[in-house]
Structures are given as C-alpha cells and as structure tokens.
C-alpha cells in the first residue's frame, strides 16, 4: 500500500464508532486503496489461533491457502509488501443486468467511485458499508475459534424505489499452487469451488512429512450460485480483473482449472424489490479433503438444535469470547483518548497473537520466543511459565541456549535459526523478572527441567545460572562477549564471523541480565551467587566503559580486524540506537555520560515518527560488518525507526526517570492522531509495525511508512514500559509497588490495574501542594508506594495524588 487517499477538506480520516470500539475509515468521494490491503493486516492480528493450532497438528509448518507467485527459496519476510489484486484480494463484483454497470467492493479491482464508504475495525470483526447506484452493500469478515476458515457476509440492500436486477460475484482469487499438480472445480455436493495442489518437494521422506497437509482450498457458499468459473485466466479474459471477459457474458461459462491457475468465482442473478435486502454467506479456508470439507459445511451452514442461530452465527460469538481472553492487565483513561484506545483494546490483542501463535512459526526464534511469552506474562501468566520450561529443556549442558526453540515434535531449525547468534541467554532472567514481578511465582525457580539430548537435569534457577555462566565465559581478553554472526541484530552478520568480533550492546545487554538475576538470587536468599554476579557485571562495566564510550555515545562493537565501528569517525553507521538504550537499563553511565549519549540520539537518531535505530544509515556494503549495510537505507535494521530498538530505548529512559522524553517517543510509535501523520504511515492505529521507514534526514518523503508487519517483540516492552515506567504499576515480591511518571501536561489520569487476582481503580492526580506522591488505599494513606497483603477477588479503590 502506497498510502491512505486523504478524504475531503474538514471531513476526519478515521473516527470512533461504536460499543465495540471500532476505528473508521471514511472517504465521501473515493475509496482508498488501502482498504483491502487493511482487512488482510486486521485478519492476521486476528489470527484464528486455536484454527493455526489445529493445522498445525497434522501440518507442522504454515502454510498459505491464497498464494502468491513468489521467487522459489528467495523469500523470508516481505515488509512494505507490495500486494496486487491477484492476492490476497477477496472482493465482489457487482452488475446491474439492465444497465450492464460494473463496480466491485469493498474497491479493488474496479476501482469505481462511490457515493460514500466505511471500513470498520472492530474488535472480532470488520465491515464495509459501502453506497453506490441506489445500492447499500455491507460486507462483514470474521474468523473463528476452531477452524482456520474466514466468515464472510454481504448484503445487498435495493435503496431505490425501483425493482433491481443484478448479478452477484463473490471473487476469490487462490494464486499459483504448486508447479506439480494444481486444479479446481465445482463441487455440487460441497455448494462451492475447490482447488487442489501438491506441495512440491524432492527428497521422498517429504512425501511421509507432507501427505497430511491441508493442500486443498475452498470456497463454500449458503446459496446454490446459478454459474461458476474456476480458471482465473478464462476469468480474466482480454477485460483484466477490472472489466473481467467472462462477466461481461451473461453467465460465467462453468469452468474448470486443469494444472492451471484456479480462482473461486461464483455468480448469482437475483431480482430486488424497491427496499429489499438479499444476504450471502461464504466460508474460505484449506482442508486437507472434500470429508473435512463437508464436515465444515454441515458445521457453519448445517442444521444446529438452536434453531434460531446457526453455526455460523454461533462461531462469530464464540471467536469473540475467544479474542476476549486477550484482555491485558491495564485499563486507561488519560488525556489521550487515542493512547487510551490503543492501549486497552489493540496492544494486549497483539500481544496475545505473539504468545498464542508463536508467530505462526514452530521453530521461533530463542529471543523471539522468549520475549513473546514475556508480555504474556500480563494475560495469561501460565502460558509465560510453560514457554520458558520449554525453552530451558533445549539448553545445552554448558548453559547455551540453541538459536530456536522447537514447539512441535516435527519441526527442525529453519532460515535464520541454522545461523549462530551469541545473545540467546541474556534473555532468561530480562525475561523472567517480568514473570515474577507479575505473579510472585517464585516455585518456578525450583522447577526440574532436564538438559537437551542428555538425561542431566536441574532446577531452572540452575539454567538460569549456567546460561550466565556461558555468557561470562563467552567473552574475548578485553573482557567484550564475542558476536560470531549476530546478536540481536540478525543481519550484523560479519563483524565476527572468523570468532574475534565482538558485540557493544550484548556486553552492555550481559551486564543488565547479570544485574537482574543478582536481585533474583538475592531474592531466593542466594547471596553469594548474588555477590559473583555483580563482580562480573562490575569487570564488564570497567571493560566496556574503556573500550566502546566514544566521548558521548557507545560504539556497536569491535570487528574480527579489530575495527572499533559505530563512532564519530565513521562516515555510516556513526551511532546505533541499542547501546544506549539498554547503558540507561544497565546502569554503567554516569550523570555526564548519561546526558552525553541521551543528546546525541536525540540529535541523530530521532525523527517525526520515532527513534532510528542507525545514523546515518548505510549505503553501500560494509564486508566486516554484514548484509545489514546492504539493506535500503531506512528500511529494517538500516536505520529505520525500528520499534523493538525503539522500546528498549523508551524502558531505559523511564528507568533513569527521562519520563517526559520517554512518553514522547513512546507516542510515535502509534500512527497518528493526526491525519498527515496516519496518511504518511499508511496504517490504521491498531497495531505496532515492525518499522517505520527512517533515514528522515536523506529521504523525507518516504519516511514514516509502516512496515506493516505485525510480528514484533516491541509491543511486549510497550507494555511493560507503560506498567513499569508510565503508569508504574509494577509488581515486586511485596506487592504493588508505585511509581508514576505521566508526563507534566497530564492533570490526572484513570486506570484499572488487574494483578494477582486483584483489581486496582486507581486515580492519579496532579496537586502542585505536594512535594511527593501521596497514595491512599481505600482510605488509608501509605507510608511506603506499595500495597501489600492482596487479596485474590478483591477490589481496591486507590487515590494516587502526586507532586
């Protein structure tokens, strides 16, 4: 999506709606183009996850039902993805059988004007509502709890005082298959279109891996249509998909699709009275058989015992009782209306999608798995201590943690998990300590988990200790751990390749995990392993404070030549965002030092839509740093505003007290509220992308354009920097500890805090009388900022004034 058509002159670009909190997007005079390329973002946010769980079962690795003609074995990640009508477009023709006019909706491939238009966002679903030639179309798309299917209506209503006839064509394109074996057709039996394929493959043990896998798609219908076509080529014709060949007949031709591209087209002629509404419904998915298929039908369109709702009905309520379980811990009623929106309904959802669906991936990243069921912490605590046993069973005896975590029994180590990375460990006690602080499970720690391939076992606080132990160990004569061919930053991926390099932000990031697990050890009355944890972390600060502060920043790291990179000498790349960020987490900085490298990012670094993650961004291939130099500048780890660096910076800052530079930058991470801003992002506020494009400074006009990929550690450090830093709310093995830090423009602000069982109103309150912050639970003031003894089931009305 290029970007969001600007509506009319004081007309708004998205609004509030309803109960259900949905953002709106209007235009009077013409639909924009990204409404199509939105559902199909709204749709994985929304991701069917106990449906992905299912397929998973019999087919360990996700796969596409509408598919795209990508190069073979050239694709990992598709930012700013450059989609066309073919796919992953659903939409619908509309033709008026006496006038022969033709418009599709919700706009793509037509791309008709139209009297008005809504796309609506909600929370379990969305809907278009779209006015064109005395016709009102709502269409609606919803997904369900168990099935990895799409529910789609739409309605069309006669507005005029005239009878109507029209055709109806519901398009689904399905896309190149498989070059071994594709086809599709009509089933009578089924009442839809369904298209086969053969996953392609070579070695013959992927036969055995593959022969389960749901390679069939299908589209269903409620209604018997009066014609089909399932070739997209005799579809298209000479006409394209904006003036299709076989619509301008008066019936599609009832094709079939022999090793050729299949599409999902239907046709039903109908005749509307003056003020009449007809509705179709359509089921959209993969299934392994035509068996599967038809246990679908009789599912979602079959007779069910409560005769006034049928499955189709009953699954669209019963997927959102499902989303309902994403509900995070915060509740927020501030000054910005629109943070409140976000915060309370779109980040713990994204979250949620992180934890239940492992990214849809079954070998995710260590980190990313890590991370992911850290912010699960604060929705369903149980899925966060599960995740990390699993993790901790797949650590090597000398405490390293493999490149993946393995969630499925038939899964193997794919793309970037065969490359080796160095900073796997330093996540377990980041990580955990949010796990602990939520729900004072401490037991966790003396849980036995065994050691990947060997019998040994021990407690998990063992692992923890040994995976310090490794990152101690890992280290070079100057005191700096090794990168070999990344840390956190995957693409870094030459700067220690031949075992020398070594790594500024995980040699900071190390002395932060040592720190964390010293207060745990502490905790657990382990003050000796405590004590040596902090010895080390006070070697590496000596170390790191000698060799990478650069006068007022820290440098990246060393390089396998001995190259001292990301300082004021280089021409690219003189600063990276992550040492920073996480010196201010770790506390090695000193007043002068803090305020030296606090300047220099916000002089470098920080743009109109966020922190960059490199300035300048590099040009051209730098060999003994990696195949980051080579990504366009601006765009992913090459200096954009890349939101996970971002987090980690904005939780440093609130952990040194930077709370008015914090919650600035935390509020560029979502688009808008302005509309110049949500038209340059090309993103609805319902998500955190991966990026924004950066390089503000070299190319203005394409900077702030959202990556539009959704899969992101950031949003679990937003969170935890809104419980922790803004709001602070954070929990201790005490209680409830707090600490805001609202920005001063703030004069109060709302929030219902659900923790241990408990929920907390809390009204903080701006009094220029105080010096110090004031609290109050249920009438009685504190003498420490902490609410201790909670009790489960409890209600605690909590009055926060502060100075």
């Given at each position: 999506?290029?970007?969001?058509?600007?509506?009319?002159?004081?007309?708004?670009?998205?609004?509030?709606?309803?109960?259900?909190?949905?953002?709106?997007?209007?235009?009077?005079?013409?639909?924009?183009?990204?409404?199509?390329?939105?559902?199909?973002?709204?749709?994985?946010?929304?991701?069917?996850?106990?449906?992905?769980?299912?397929?998973?079962?019999?087919?360990?690795?996700?796969?596409?039902?509408?598919?795209?003609?990508?190069?073979?074995?050239?694709?990992?990640?598709?930012?700013?993805?450059?989609?066309?009508?073919?796919?992953?477009?659903?939409?619908?023709?509309?033709?008026?059988?006496?006038?022969?006019?033709?418009?599709?909706?919700?706009?793509?491939?037509?791309?008709?004007?139209?009297?008005?238009?809504?796309?609506?966002?909600?929370?379990?679903?969305?809907?278009?509502?779209?006015?064109?030639?005395?016709?009102?179309?709502?269409?609606?798309?919803?997904?369900?709890?168990?099935?990895?299917?799409?529910?789609?209506?739409?309605?069309?209503?006669?507005?005029?005082?005239?009878?109507?006839?029209?055709?109806?064509?519901?398009?689904?394109?399905?896309?190149?298959?498989?070059?071994?074996?594709?086809?599709?057709?009509?089933?009578?039996?089924?009442?839809?279109?369904?298209?086969?394929?053969?996953?392609?493959?070579?070695?013959?043990?992927?036969?055995?891996?593959?022969?389960?896998?749901?390679?069939?798609?299908?589209?269903?219908?409620?209604?018997?249509?009066?014609?089909?076509?399932?070739?997209?080529?005799?579809?298209?014709?000479?006409?394209?998909?904006?003036?299709?060949?076989?619509?301008?007949?008066?019936?599609?031709?009832?094709?079939?699709?022999?090793?050729?591209?299949?599409?999902?087209?239907?046709?039903?002629?109908i005749s509307v009275a003056a003020g009449m509404t007809e509705e179709y419904r359509f089921v959209f998915g993969p299934?392994?058989?035509?068996?599967?298929?038809?246990?679908?039908?009789?599912?979602?369109?079959?007779?069910?015992?409560?005769?006034?709702?049928?499955?189709?009905?009953?699954?669209?309520?019963?997927?959102?009782?499902?989303?309902?379980?994403?509900?995070?811990?915060?509740?927020?009623?501030?000054?910005?209306?629109?943070?409140?929106?976000?915060?309370?309904?779109?980040?713990?959802?994204?979250?949620?999608?992180?934890?239940?669906?492992?990214?849809?991936?079954?070998?995710?990243?260590?980190?990313?798995?890590?991370?992911?069921?850290?912010?699960?912490?604060?929705?369903?605590?149980?899925?966060?201590?599960?995740?990390?046993?699993?993790?901790?069973?797949?650590?090597?005896?000398?405490?390293?943690?493999?490149?993946?975590?393995?969630?499925?029994?038939?899964?193997?180590?794919?793309?970037?998990?065969?490359?080796?990375?160095?900073?796997?460990?330093?996540?377990?006690?980041?990580?955990?300590?949010?796990?602990?602080?939520?729900?004072?499970?401490?037991?966790?720690?003396?849980?036995?988990?065994?050691?990947?391939?060997?019998?040994?076992?021990?407690?998990?606080?063992?692992?923890?200790?040994?995976?310090?132990?490794?990152?101690?160990?890992?280290?070079?004569?100057?005191?700096?751990?090794?990168?070999?061919?990344?840390?956190?930053?995957?693409?870094?991926?030459?700067?220690?390749?031949?075992?020398?390099?070594?790594?500024?932000?995980?040699?900071?990031?190390?002395?932060?995990?040592?720190?964390?697990?010293?207060?745990?050890?502490?905790?657990?009355?382990?003050?000796?392993?405590?004590?040596?944890?902090?010895?080390?972390?006070?070697?590496?600060?000596?170390?790191?404070?000698?060799?990478?502060?650069?006068?007022?920043?820290?440098?990246?790291?060393?390089?396998?030549?001995?190259?001292?990179?990301?300082?004021?000498?280089?021409?690219?790349?003189?600063?990276?965002?992550?040492?920073?960020?996480?010196?201010?987490?770790?506390?090695?900085?000193?007043?002068?030092?803090?305020?030296?490298?606090?300047?220099?990012?916000?002089?470098?670094?920080?743009?109109?839509?966020?922190?960059?993650?490199?300035?300048?961004?590099?040009?051209?291939?730098?060999?003994?740093?990696?195949?980051?130099?080579?990504?366009?500048?601006?765009?992913?780890?090459?200096?954009?505003?890349?939101?996970?660096?971002?987090?980690?910076?904005?939780?440093?800052?609130?952990?040194?007290?930077?709370?008015?530079?914090?919650?600035?930058?935390?509020?560029?991470?979502?688009?808008?509220?302005?509309?110049?801003?949500?038209?340059?992002?090309?993103?609805?506020?319902?998500?955190?992308?991966?990026?924004?494009?950066?390089?503000?400074?070299?190319?203005?006009?394409?900077?702030?354009?959202?990556?539009?990929?959704?899969?992101?550690?950031?949003?679990?450090?937003?969170?935890?920097?809104?419980?922790?830093?803004?709001?602070?709310?954070?929990?201790?093995?005490?209680?409830?500890?707090?600490?805001?830090?609202?920005?001063?423009?703030?004069?109060?602000?709302?929030?219902?805090?659900?923790?241990?069982?408990?929920?907390?109103?809390?009204?903080?309150?701006?009094?220029?009388?105080?010096?110090?912050?004031?609290?109050?639970?249920?009438?009685?003031?504190?003498?420490?900022?902490?609410?201790?003894?909670?009790?489960?089931?409890?209600?605690?009305?909590?009055?926060?004034?502060?100075?």
């Amino acid at each position: 999506m290029k970007q969001i058509v600007k509506p009319m002159e004081d007309t708004p670009l998205i609004q509030a709606a309803d109960d259900n909190n949905r953002l709106e997007l209007l235009s009077p005079t013409s639909l924009p183009r990204a409404s199509a390329f939105l559902w199909n973002k709204w749709m994985m946010i929304h991701m069917n996850c106990r449906g992905y769980a299912v397929a998973q079962f019999m087919q360990p690795e996700p796969a596409k039902y509408a598919h795209a003609p990508n190069l073979e074995a050239k694709t990992f990640m598709q930012p700013e993805q450059p989609y066309y009508a073919h796919h992953p477009g659903r939409f619908f023709y509309i033709k008026d059988e006496d006038t022969g006019q033709l418009f599709s909706v919700p706009f793509e491939p037509v791309r008709s004007t139209v009297e008005s238009f809504t796309f609506s966002v909600g929370k379990n679903d969305i809907h278009w509502k779209i006015r064109k030639n005395n016709l009102l179309i709502e269409m609606c798309l919803s997904l369900t709890e168990n099935d990895l299917v799409e529910l789609w209506s739409i309605k069309v209503s006669n507005t005029s005082s005239d009878n109507r006839r029209l055709s109806i064509y519901p398009y689904f394109p399905v896309g190149y298959m498989s070059w071994m074996n594709q086809s599709g057709e009509y089933r009578a039996d089924l009442c839809g279109i369904v298209c086969s394929s053969v996953t392609p493959y070579q070695k013959y043990t992927d036969y055995f891996n593959n022969k389960d896998f749901k390679d069939k798609t299908f589209l269903i219908a409620d209604r018997i249509p009066d014609s089909w076509e399932v070739n997209q080529e005799i579809f298209e014709g000479e006409g394209g998909l904006h003036h299709p060949s076989a619509i301008q007949q008066q019936e599609l031709a009832k094709g079939n699709a022999w090793y050729e591209t299949p599409a999902c087209c239907m046709q039903y002629r109908i005749s509307v009275a003056a003020g009449m509404t007809e509705e179709y419904r359509f089921v959209f998915g993969p299934a392994k058989d035509e068996p599967e298929i038809a246990g679908i039908r009789q599912r979602y369109f079959g007779t069910h015992k409560n005769a006034h709702e049928d499955g189709f009905s009953l699954a669209k309520k019963e997927y959102a009782d499902y989303v309902a379980k994403g509900r995070g811990c915060l509740k927020i009623k501030t000054p910005d209306a629109e943070l409140d929106n976000f915060v309370n309904h779109w980040l713990p959802r994204q979250i949620f999608y992180h934890g239940e669906t492992n990214r849809l991936c079954t070998d995710p990243q260590t980190r990313n798995y890590l991370q992911d069921n850290m912010g699960m912490s604060y929705i369903n605590p149980n899925t966060t201590r599960q995740a990390f046993l699993i993790a901790l069973s797949q650590q090597h005896l000398n405490g390293e943690m493999p490149d993946g975590i393995l969630i499925e029994k038939n899964a193997a180590l794919k793309y970037i998990n065969q490359v080796p990375h160095t900073d796997h460990c330093v996540w377990l006690p980041i990580c955990i300590k949010a796990y602990l602080d939520e729900t004072n499970d401490f037991s966790i720690l003396d849980e036995i988990v065994p050691f990947a391939k060997t019998t040994e076992a021990a407690a998990v606080a063992e692992h923890i200790n040994r995976a310090m132990y490794w990152l101690i160990k890992d280290r070079d004569k100057r005191g700096l751990n090794f990168i070999n061919q990344g840390d956190w930053c995957d693409p870094m991926n030459m700067v220690g390749y031949k075992g020398i390099g070594v790594s500024g932000w995980l040699s900071i990031a190390v002395i932060y995990a040592l720190k964390v697990w010293a207060i745990i050890n502490e905790q657990i009355n382990q003050p000796e392993l405590a004590n040596e944890f902090l010895s080390a972390a006070d070697e590496m600060t000596t170390a790191v404070n000698k060799y990478l502060w650069n006068g007022n920043w820290y440098a990246r790291g060393i390089t396998d030549d001995n190259v001292v990179f990301g300082t004021s000498q280089d021409k690219e790349g003189q600063i990276f965002l992550n040492p920073q960020g996480w010196a201010l987490l770790s506390g090695i900085t000193d007043g002068v030092k803090r305020r030296a490298l606090i300047a220099a990012v916000e002089d470098h670094l920080e743009s109109p839509y966020g922190v960059e993650k490199i300035g300048p961004p590099f040009a051209a291939m730098r060999d003994d740093i990696g195949r980051v130099t080579q990504k366009f500048p601006g765009s992913a780890e090459n200096g954009s505003v890349y939101n996970h660096a971002s987090a980690f910076y904005i939780h440093g800052l609130y952990s040194v007290g930077e709370k008015e530079r914090a919650y600035r930058l935390l509020r560029k991470m979502i688009p808008g509220p302005n509309q110049d801003d949500l038209i340059q992002r090309g993103q609805l506020p319902v998500f955190i992308p991966n990026y924004y494009r950066g390089a503000y400074k070299q190319f203005p006009r394409t900077a702030g354009r959202s990556s539009q990929l959704f899969n992101t550690g950031t949003v679990h450090w937003f969170y935890r920097s809104l419980i922790d830093g803004l709001f602070g709310l954070r929990g201790d093995v005490n209680g409830l500890r707090i600490e805001p830090q609202l920005p001063s423009a703030w004069p109060e602000a709302m929030i219902t805090r659900y923790f241990r069982g408990a929920e907390f109103h809390i009204e903080m309150i701006r009094a220029s009388a105080h010096n110090a912050i004031r609290i109050l639970v249920d009438g009685v003031c504190l003498d420490e900022p902490v609410i201790t003894n909670i009790e489960a089931g409890k209600k605690y009305a909590v009055q926060v004034t502060l100075g």
